[in-house]
């Protein structure tokens, strides 16, 4: 992710115990405590292992310090994110923005609060695909995608989708 942000000449920040000053500087990140990455940054993301140490390391205290119009992002694990810490903060400040790859328990059960959060968007975790695994015609993400662009294309319903008004997932098959 590092290496992707290089060339965008932003102020990059971050929050390792395995990475030095010295190897932040080559991505042209400075590090900096957690605290301070949620109280100053605009874009949260985090890449965080899952191990039994990162478990609800993300909650309350560290969401309450986001500024306006923030928006956190997860593609870390969803056990990280105390998520009804997550939600009581983006009902407070419904200019903040998460965007989820990932959650706890996944998928989520239908009637999750998050489904019905507006400033949340939940992706599909799919961090996992490679290049030629899209081009397996027998990987059921090709084939989730295919189908649905041959159902848009024919006018049909797609699999998957939001509901915009109510916030809840539609599935058809």
Known sequence: ???MLKPYRLDVYISSTSMTEEQAAIYGAKKATTREIFANCQTISNHVADLPATKGMFGKELFSLMKPNATFINTGRGAQVVEEDLIAVLKENPDMTAILDVT??????????????????????????????????????????RE???NYLE??????????KTGYRVTTN
């Open 1 to 3: 992710v590092l290496e």
């Open 104 to 145: 706890f328990p996944e998928p989520l059960p239908e009637n999750h609060p998050l489904w019905k959060c507006r400033n949340v968007l939940i992706t599909p975790h799919i961090s996992g695909q490679t290049f030629a695994g899209l081009k397996d015609k027998e990987n059921f993400f090709f084939q989730v995608c």
């Open 148 to 150: 649905n662009l041959e």
């Open 155 to 164: 006018g049909k319903p797609l699999q998957n989708q939001v509901d915009l």
